[in-house]
Structures are given as structure tokens and as C-alpha cells.
């Protein structure tokens, strides 16, 4: 059995200002993104990873670095940096600020399996998941009785969550949005069954700091 520990990177600036933040942007982590991510790595810090796997952008790569300082078992562990877990595509959508009455944002949100993202040159949710979980089933079969820690992005992750427990498409955004450095547990048998989701018990700031 493989167990999966997936996180979304900390609270950054365009979090904050509502605004596209897909997988052609990067905004700095907040402090208050920094401390999530320092809690979030004290709270995992006994948990003995086999493989790291983290998005190539920059919001998750320094997630993850303020995850693994924390953590007490890093002799021999290596981080490995994926294209295949950068945050959904949103085209020239990047950067603008969210227009929550635009009827593909509805559908992006609420029926992914309606979302259409090819008036603006966006990448489709069906592509999201299946680069998404190839990912995920090359790490189980590299690691079938290993832990592994996933740092990604909210719409990628909660997608990959719902498809990978066999939820229909209509329903992978489902219990979204994911919060900043949440924690999901997901564990692969012969199928893959949810343990814990969406956990932010142990943050304490709550603040902008």
C-alpha cells in the first residue's frame, strides 16, 4: 500500500487579490503563506517520507522547502520537481482578477465536466488529471508499500483527489476549494481510498502576519 500525503502550497498574493493563478504564473508565498507552510511542516515533521514530488513552480517548490526543513527524517531523501503537477493552464485568463458571474468560472468550479477553457486558450480539466495521475500511478509502482509527500496547487489537487476515489466528472471539484497547505491523505491498494481531507487542525495563524 501506498499512502499519499498531498498539500497545497501556502497563501500567496494573488490568492489574496483573487486573482487566475494557473500553471503560467507564480506569486510569492505571504508570510501568513510561510507560516501555513512551517506549521503545516511541523505538524508531518514524524513522518518518514520515501519520495518527495513537487510542483515546478515556485509557490509549491517553496512550500515544500519550508515543509522539509521542518521534518525529522530527511537523511537520503530526495525532492523530485514535476511539470506534471504545475497548477491547470488558464491561458490568457493568467493574472486577471476572478469574474465569479463568468459562466466557464461557474462551470470550473461547480461541473468540470461542462468546463470548456478553449475561448481563452486554456488547459482542459480532462488533460489536468490524466498528467496528473500518471504522476501519482508511476510513484505507486516505484513505491508500493512507501510514503509519499505531493505539493501542488488547489484545482489540480482536489480534481486528482475526486477522479482518483472514483467520483464522477461532474463531481471532481467536489469539497473544494482545498485550503493553503492543507493536508490530504489518500492511500493506494487496489484502489485508492481517502483517509483524511482538506486537514488544517493544526494551523494557528489565522492572521495576516
Known amino acids: 500500500m501506498t499512502t499519499f500525503y498531498l498539500?497545497?502550497?501556502?497563501?500567496?498574493?494573488?490568492?489574496?487579490?483573487?486573482?487566475?493563478?494557473g500553471g503560467?504564473?507564480?506569486?510569492?508565498?505571504?508570510?501568513?503563506?510561510?507560516?501555513?507552510?512551517?506549521?503545516?511542516?511541523?505538524?508531518?515533521?514524524?513522518?518518514?517520507?520515501?519520495?518527495?514530488?513537487?510542483?515546478?513552480?515556485?509557490?509549491?517548490?517553496?512550500?515544500?522547502?519550508?515543509?522539509?526543513?521542518?521534518?525529522?527524517?530527511?537523511?537520503?531523501?530526495?525532492?523530485?520537481?514535476?511539470?506534471k503537477l504545475r497548477e491547470i493552464k488558464f491561458g490568457k485568463r493568467e493574472g486577471a482578477e476572478i469574474d465569479h458571474t463568468d459562466e466557464q468560472?461557474?462551470?470550473?468550479?461547480?461541473?468540470?465536466d461542462l468546463y470548456d477553457p478553449t475561448a481563452f486558450g486554456g488547459e482542459t480539466i480532462d488533460s489536468l488529471v490524466s498528467r496528473s495521475t500518471e504522476t501519482i500511478e508511476k510513484l505507486s509502482e516505484e513505491f508500493p508499500e512507501g510514503t509519499i509527500l505531493i505539493v501542488a496547487h488547489g484545482v489540480l489537487l482536489i480534481t486528482l483527489i475526486n477522479s482518483?476515489?472514483?467520483?464522477?466528472?461532474?463531481?471532481?471539484?467536489?469539497?473544494?476549494?482545498?485550503?493553503?497547505?492543507?493536508?490530504?491523505?489518500?492511500?493506494?491498494?487496489?484502489?485508492y481510498k481517502l483517509i483524511s481531507f482538506n486537514d488544517i487542525s493544526y494551523q494557528t495563524t489565522t492572521e495576516e502576519a
Open 24 to 83: 503560467e504564473i507564480d506569486s510569492p508565498l505571504l508570510p501568513i503563506g510561510i507560516e501555513q507552510a512551517i506549521q503545516a511542516g511541523r505538524y508531518l515533521s514524524d513522518v518518514r517520507f520515501d519520495a518527495v514530488a513537487v510542483s515546478t513552480q515556485k509557490r509549491a517548490m517553496d512550500t515544500a522547502n519550508y515543509i522539509l526543513k521542518e521534518n525529522n527524517h530527511l537523511d537520503g531523501l530526495t525532492v523530485r520537481y514535476q511539470d
Open 7 to 21: 498539500v497545497r502550497h501556502g497563501k500567496t498574493e494573488l490568492n489574496l487579490s483573487l486573482r487566475f493563478q
Open 105 to 112: 468560472t461557474a462551470y470550473l468550479r461547480q461541473r468540470p
Open 164 to 191: 482518483l476515489i472514483g467520483k464522477e466528472k461532474a463531481k471532481w471539484r467536489e469539497g473544494g476549494p482545498l485550503a493553503n497547505t492543507s493536508v490530504t491523505i489518500v492511500e493506494k491498494a487496489d484502489d
